[in-house]
């Protein structure tokens, strides 16, 4: 799913927001690209945290299953496509207190072939999105 050019290593910083318009909570962070999984390593507050996503699926359609020690212990699964040099992931998780279900998109970046990108966003229940994670990260020797 992902291609062969891009897997392997990178670095560079993970970003992470709370609520939109506040400054991000910046540390180091890694990905580990394969074929059809990429790791990521990052920290909040100097304790580390990982997560893995797991793809699947007949090209183009995706499935995703998200597990992260940060934002989704017990998992999130995502539907979604590779288009072009992108993969586009979305799901939902409970918002809690009877609130409507939240929504969570991915979006894999791989256009440059010196970088790789994930940006997570949150998806209130109105549609408005907001960037809760950025991190691009440069390919290693």
Known sequence: MIPIS????YAGTNRLWFMP???????????VVGAQQVSVHWAHEGVPQQGELLLSGPAPACRCQFTDSFHAAAGLVLHGLVQGPAALLYGTYPAGD????WGW???LDWADPEHFGLRMFNVMPDGTEALAVDLLGAREP
Do not use: K
């Open 98 to 101: 009877g609130s409507p279900d």
């Open 6 to 9: 891009h897997h392997g290593r």
């Open 21 to 31: 318009g506040t400054p991000a909570h910046r540390s180091p962070g890694s990905l």
């Open 105 to 107: 998109r991915i979006v």
